[in-house]
T-cell receptor
Framework: AQTVTQSQPEMSVQEAETVTLSCTYD???????LFWYKQPPSRQMILVIR??????QNATENRFSVNFQKAAKSFSLKISDSQLGDAAMYFC?????????????FGSGTRLLVRP | DVKVTQSSRYLVKRTGEKVFLECVQD?????MFWYRQDPGLGLRLIYF???????EKGDIPEGYSVSREKKERFSLILESASTNQTSMYLC??????????FGEGSRLTVL
């Protein structure tokens, strides 16, 4: 069974600086999706960024980028120029492309604190 | 704008009560999910549905059931609530791209 591990329960960053959140996963499959979701204190989860495993190029969305290392099964999220609004829980998630159910497997989350 | 609406944001129930958590999506998505969120455990899948009247167990279905009579609505039912079901419950829906759209969550406390 696939698993997703986030080893940092909490991270802190100074406003305007860069922070990297770690995620590792375990799977025997070669074709899958990886996601980072953000859950602000208001609780609604939103998608931050998505990576397709067959794409070698790392996904980017404005200040958010990933470092996808397929062989190492690592999928870290880098937030550049951190802003106060980035403070939230961040969840890494995995989805198999072989699974027709479209269900996602989530890590335990990392709480990001942003210091003004 | 896509929208997933959960009927209650906060509920307090007593042990043994029957609890209904309702979720409605307006995106015509086939797939709908119920997750439970607990600190340190992330999100765990309770049940999901890929079509009307279809349901599949997730990783932690014990003590829960679901109902999907219409495409837009997916209900989570706790037949006899217990204190270990105190948690945050998140509903989500998805199209075939796999991205999940979440509701705001329902925080349930069972006394």
């Amino acid at each position: 069974a696939q698993t997703v591990t986030q080893s940092q329960p909490e991270m802190s960053v100074q406003e305007a600086e860069t922070v990297t959140l770690s995620c590792t996963y375990d799977t025997s499959e070669s074709d899958y999706y990886l996601f980072w979701y953000k859950q602000p204190p208001s609780r609604q989860m939103i998608l931050v960024i998505r990576q397709e495993a067959y794409k070698q190029q790392n996904a980017t969305e404005n200040r958010f980028s990933v470092n996808f290392q397929k062989a190492a099964k690592s999928f870290s999220l880098k937030i550049s120029d951190s802003q106060l609004g980035d403070a939230a829980m961040y969840f890494c998630a995995y989805r198999s492309r072989m699974d027709s159910s479209y269900k996602l497997i989530f890590g335990s989350g990392t709480r990001l604190l942003v210091r003004p | 704008d896509v929208k997933v609406t959960q009927s209650s944001r906060y509920l307090v129930k007593r042990t043994g009560e029957k609890v209904f958590l309702e979720c409605v999506q307006d995106m015509d998505h086939e797939n709908m999910f119920w997750y439970r969120q607990d600190p340190g455990l992330g999100l765990r899948l309770i049940y999901f549905s890929y079509d009307v009247k279809m349901k599949e167990k997730g990783d932690i279905p014990e003590g829960y059931s679901v109902s999907r009579e219409k495409k837009e609505r997916f209900s989570l039912i706790l037949e006899s609530a217990s204190t270990n079901q105190t948690s945050m419950y998140l509903c989500a829906s998805s199209f075939d791209t796999g991205e999940l759209f979440f509701g705001e969550g329902s925080r349930l406390t069972v006394l």
